[in-house]
Each structure stands twice: as C-alpha cells, then as structure tokens.
C-alpha cells in the first residue's frame, strides 16, 4: 500500500520561526490530510488538500500539493512551543487512510 | 476528542493472555478504525468496519481480531497476547458522507510480558 513519508523525522526551531514539513507518497491520491499529535496522544485533524487543489490555508497553517511530484508540504507560521507535536500526512487509499512516520516538531521558547 | 473513547486507557498483560480494547463513539459515524502505533512507526490499520456488518482487514490484522457490536462500538481483542504486541492502540471514527477526516480517541497504552 502506498504510504506518506515525512521529512524531516525531526525538527527542532525557536518560537516565532516557520516550520516546515514535507510529504511524499507513491501513489494517485483523492485527497492528503495533515493530523498532529501531542506526546502519546489521538491525533487530531489539521487540515485536508484535495489532488485539485494546490494550497490551502487554515490559521498559521500553510499546505500545498504538488502531484506531479507526488509530495505536500505544511508550514506552520510564527510557532509557538505548543506547537511541538508530530505531525503525520495521511493519504487516501481506497476507503481508508495511510499514514507516514510523521515528523517531531519541537518548538524551544 | 471526548466523542470517541477508549477503554482501558493502559493495561498491562502477560504473554498468552486474551485481552480487548473497547471503542465508543457519539459522533454517529459509520465507520471505525483501529490503528497500532509503533515508535518510528507511524500509524499502521489492524482493522475497518464500514457498518455494523461490514468488517475488513487492514494492514497488519494478524494475532488481533474486532467485533463490531453497534454502530458506536467497536472493539478490538488479541486472542492470545505476545510483547511485540506491546504499542499504543488508537481507535478511529469517519463519516464519509459529511467529512472524510478521521476522529481518534485517546488511545490505549499495551504492555505484554
């Protein structure tokens, strides 16, 4: 099955830098999703891109998709410290969801 | 999200033992996931249920099995537990019709010995 693969594994920036994460899958995709997670908890939904669509934003959160290179980036504005989480993209596949190994994003006030 | 809970939020067990992780929902989705969570591992599907009659296997759904009792319960049981079973367990929640983003719960902490 196709999976998303996050780049960087990890990431560590000072609060009020822009964070940026990448995405690249394998497959023709319907939609990619981003979701964060806080240490050892659910994810929660940040935002969805669909394959007709090129950039989408919500709050600080920046997403674009480029399907001919198969990859989606999201940059988080100005971050804050409770902005450290991983972050996973999740592509469709099917009826069901993929996910990456996500990155670890650490915010240092 | 308090809509999709979890129970029991850690457990511990010895190999060889039967064990089940139960999942509610209030949300009124129709489908359910259960996810396996490894470190550097990301999230991997052991299971799907697009109804109550619908089950489906996901990527890695062997040494597990689910049973979907309801259209807001989902559960999921390890009929004879071993340590590489050892993850965090996270059900999930979908409606298709409305919204294709994935609701979790807060999950459940496993430890086999």
């Known amino acids: 099955s196709q999976q998303g693969e996050e780049d960087p594994q990890a990431l560590s920036i000072q609060e009020g830098e822009n964070a940026t994460m990448n995405c690249s899958y394998k497959?023709?995709?319907?939609?990619l999703q981003w979701y964060r997670q806080n240490s050892g908890r659910g994810l929660v939904h940040l935002i969805l891109?669909?394959?007709?669509?090129r950039e989408k934003h919500s709050g600080r959160l920046r997403v674009t998709l480029d399907t001919s290179k198969k990859s989606s980036s999201l940059l988080i504005t100005a971050s804050r410290a409770a902005d450290t989480a991983s972050y996973f993209c999740?592509?469709?596949?099917?009826?069901?969801?993929?996910f990456g190994a996500g990155t670890i994003l650490r915010v240092k006030s | 999200d308090a809509d999709v809970t979890q129970t029991p939020r850690n457990r511990i067990t010895k190999t060889g033992k039967r064990i089940m992780l139960e999942c509610s929902q209030t949300?009124?989705?129709?489908?359910m996931y259960w996810y396996r969570q490894d470190p550097g591992l990301g999230l991997r599907l052991i299971y799907y249920?697009?109804?109550?009659?619908?089950?489906n296997k996901g990527e890695i759904s062997d040494g597990y099995s689910v049973s979907r009792q309801a259209q807001a319960k989902f559960s999921l049981s390890l009929e004879s537990a071993i340590p590489n079973q050892t993850a965090l367990y996270f059900c999930?929640?979908?409606?298709?019709?409305?919204?294709?983003?994935?609701?979790f719960g807060p999950g459940t902490r496993l430890l086999v010995l």
């Open positions: 999930a929640t979908s409606d298709l019709v409305s919204d294709e983003t994935q609701y």
């Open positions: 497959t023709s995709i319907n939609n």
């Open positions: 891109i669909r394959s007709n669509e």
């Open positions: 999740a592509t469709d596949d099917g009826n069901k969801l993929v």
């Open positions: 949300k009124g989705h129709d489908r």
């Open positions: 249920s697009f109804d109550v009659k619908d089950i």
